[in-house]
Structures are given as C-alpha cells and as structure tokens.
T-cell receptor, first 110, second 113 residues
C-alpha cells in the first residue's frame, strides 16, 4: 500500500525553529514535495527533494533520506504568518500523481 | 499567486445532481491534475490529463470524469452526487518534465445537501 505519515498538530513559539517530520512507504519514488496551505487557500509549493540531503531556501529547509523513507521540513525564525497546514507529498513513478499525507497543522504563538 | 484559476469558488448541490468544475492552467503548462480534499485531510488524487488525454486515475468511481481542452484548461464532472462528495476540489497545473512541480488553484468548495 501507499502510506504517508506526519504529525497532526504542532505548536511553536514566534522566533523559534520547528521541524515537521514525514515518513513514507510508496510503490515507486520520484520526488518528495512540501506544500503550505493556509485555511481556505490553495496549497503553495515550498520545496522539492529527489536526492538525499538538505535543500535550503531562505527560512525553509527540507531534508530527504530515501533509504529511510523519511523527510523533514525545517522552519526557522518562525513568524505568526507561518501558522498553516504543511503537506508532505510523494510523487510515485510512472506519472505525476502526488500522494499526500494528512497535513500538519502548525500553530505559531507569540 | 500561482496563475491557476478555478470556478466557481463555492457551489451547493443536492444529492443526485450533476456538477461541472472548471480550471484554467498556468500559462505554458500542459498537464492538469485534480484532487479532492476533505476537511482536515490531505488532497486525494482523482485524475490527471496531459495533452487532452487521461494520464492516470486515482481510486474514484467512473461518475468522476474529466476533460482537458486544446488550451490546456480542464473540467471535472461529477454525476449522481452523494453527500460524501462534499469537499474542496483542487486543480493543479504543471509542465511535464524533470521537475514537474504542481501549482494549485484556490479550489472549489462543493457542498452536497
């Protein structure tokens, strides 16, 4: 089967660092994506990993270990506007369909 | 702003009716994917169209159908609506290739009563 797991909820403090984990078991792997989704809005693309290692983009970084079926999204210098749902998605082989986890609802508090 | 637009934004239907949702792709994109997102859940893949042909389908019944037009815009049709079809329907466009990053529209919120 195909399974993507991420925590349902997380809380962090403004200015702090938070790490959102994602583990996956899928038939085929052709990249892992992180999206941010504010309530009632479209998912917004944050990052893409296809090779092992860390990808850094400003305050956001994403890490992938294909052998462990594991990724994390690291958010630094948290701001109130970072309060949102963070979706981990895997693209399987043979096409572009994305398999999403249920999302992690992040609350940033003052 | 992803350049992907969906219409309508909200829709209310009754059980048994039919609905058509529309999506305009980002300029230059040739692939459209549709997803259903229930409240508090991640999006679930419905199907994908590439150059007007269906290019993969998720675990959805045949009453979910789609079209892609020569300008790469797309429609999602759902027949014989059921209460469980109430969800946010998301369209994503992409350019087929190595990265193939999908960019999402804001979605259509469908309520079936």
């Amino acid at each position: 089967g195909q399974n993507i797991d991420q925590p349902t909820e997380m809380t962090a403090t403004e200015g702090a660092i938070v790490q959102i984990n994602c583990t996956y078991q899928t038939s085929g792997f052709n990249g892992l994506f992180w999206y941010q989704q504010h309530a009632g809005e479209a998912p917004t693309f944050l990052s893409y990993n296809v090779l092992d290692g860390l990808e850094e983009k400003g305050r956001f970084s994403s890490f992938l270990s294909r052998s462990k079926g594991y990724s994390y999204l690291l958010l630094k210098e948290l701001q109130m506007k970072d309060s949102a749902s963070y979706l981990c998605a895997v693209r399987g082989s043979g096409g572009g369909k994305l398999i999403f986890g249920q999302g992690t609802e992040l609350s940033v508090k003052p | 702003e992803t350049g992907v637009t969906q219409s309508p934004t909200h829709l209310i239907k009754t059980r048994g009716q039919q609905v058509t949702l529309r999506c305009s792709s980002q300029s230059g994109h040739n692939t459209v994917s549709w997803y259903q997102q229930a409240l508090g859940q991640g999006p679930q893949f419905i199907f994908q169209y590439y150059r007007e042909e269906e290019n993969g389908r998720g675990n959805f019944p045949p009453r979910f159908s789609g079209l892609q037009f020569p300008n790469y815009s797309s429609e999602l049709n759902v027949n014989a609506l059921e209460l469980d079809d109430s969800a946010l329907y998301l369209c994503a466009s992409s350019l087929r290739g190595d990265l193939n990053i999908q960019y999402f529209g804001a979605g259509t919120r469908l309520s079936v009563l």
